[in-house]
């Protein structure tokens, strides 16, 4: 057995280690506490939103539900107002339409959309925009309307006339 060689792994995996914990840097004598090697960057805090489902099928004259999931990022911290685009005669709501993320944190809004009974059949696409300050980001649902035409009194049944003879 080759013992050179299993200390080196050790070494190795102790080395992973350290640099998915930013702690190599220390090890070496780089960015130390207490002393700068120039300028650090730090991620900016933002934002994230997307909703689920993304992709819904609906009737003419129905709704459709989404939910809207916030995340803050980097320490996000900030109240993020949603809106969203509709279709021509579509209309919807959010609950609540407006959020305050707190730093790391997530939270969520419902979206309910009216398909409207003049809508025909085909895809077509609300954009929903989560707002804070400046910044802003935005998510799509894509509303799939399938033609169904139902008729609350049918003109014809398949159902047997009274007195008929079933033959088997």
């Not at 080759?2 to 050790?10: D, L, P």
């Not at 914990?21 to 960015?31: D, Q």
């Not at 707190?102 to 939270?107: D, M």
């Amino acid at each position: 057995m080759n013992k050179t060689r299993y200390k080196n792994c050790t070494i190795i995996l102790v080395l992973l280690c350290l640099s998915s914990m930013a702690l190599l840097p220390m090890v070496f004598g780089e960015n130390t506490p207490g002393t700068s090697t120039g300028p650090t960057q730090t991620p900016n805090a933002d934002f994230y939103l997307y909703n689920t489902p993304s992709y819904q099928y609906a009737l003419a004259n129905s709704q459709v539900s989404s939910t809207i999931k916030l995340y803050s990022l980097n320490s996000f911290t900030g109240t993020v107002s949603l809106t969203a685009t509709y279709p021509t005669g579509w209309s919807g709501s959010f609950t609540p339409p407006s959020t305050n993320l707190k730093a790391n944190s997530a939270s969520s809004s419902a979206l309910s959309v009216t398909v409207p009974s003049s809508a025909t059949a085909g895809k077509y696409t609300v954009t929903v925009t989560g707002t804070s300050g400046s910044t802003t980001h935005s998510a799509t649902v894509t509303v799939q309307v399938i033609s169904a035409t139902l008729s609350p009194n049918p003109t014809t049944t398949n159902r047997p006339q009274a007195g008929a003879t079933i033959n088997q």
